[in-house]
């Protein structure tokens, strides 16, 4: 499994670990596909409004296929989670997220309040205080099919590691017409 940006959120052009010319893309779009952090906040600063996460839907699923990004296979339970980040004031959804969160590795608080969706998984980790950390490791274009997914969007996937061991994917897909 690629690694990406663990010491750097820079890329050489010619770099062969990404298919996505990074370099061609909008600043502020490379910053979210780079960042480890809370693209939230990110989004509420350079927009300059909050943003809220909307959860569209989750539910337990059984995987169909092998999920190596966290330890996952096919056949395996994850709780599979979409929400939208959506601009309080503009109503612009500034970001599309599908999880594979693996909930037997959480406590029964975190996991109830996980269950309840209430609140984005990024807040809820940073609320209870998890020592956690984030390893990009895929970047792409286009929707992958998903049906809240612009075409035109860029993704990367990531996961949430706690201690060391990979507990939740996340694939962000940002709609290109909005950072140009």
Known sequence: MTRLFTSTGYMEADDQSSTLPLHTLPPFLRVLLTTDGTVTKSLESF???????????????????????????????????????????????YATAISLICTELLSEQLRSELEAGLVGVGELLRECGLETYREIVA????????????????????????????????????????YQ
Request: some cysteine; glycine content about 10%; aromatic content about 10%.
């Open 47 to 93: 927009f300059w409004e909050p943003v809220k996460v909307k959860n569209c839907g989750q539910q337990y699923w059984q995987l169909e296929t092998d999920a190596p990004v966290i330890n996952r296979q096919a056949g395996d339970q994850v709780l599979r989670r979409t929400v939208q980040l959506v601009g309080e004031k503009s109503g612009t959804c």
């Open 139 to 178: 970047l792409g274009e286009g929707g992958k099919g998903e049906s809240l997914a612009d075409d035109d969007a860029i993704w990367r996937s990531y996961r949430i590691v706690m201690e060391h061991q990979p507990f939740i994917q996340i694939t962000e897909f940002f709609p290109l017409s909005i």
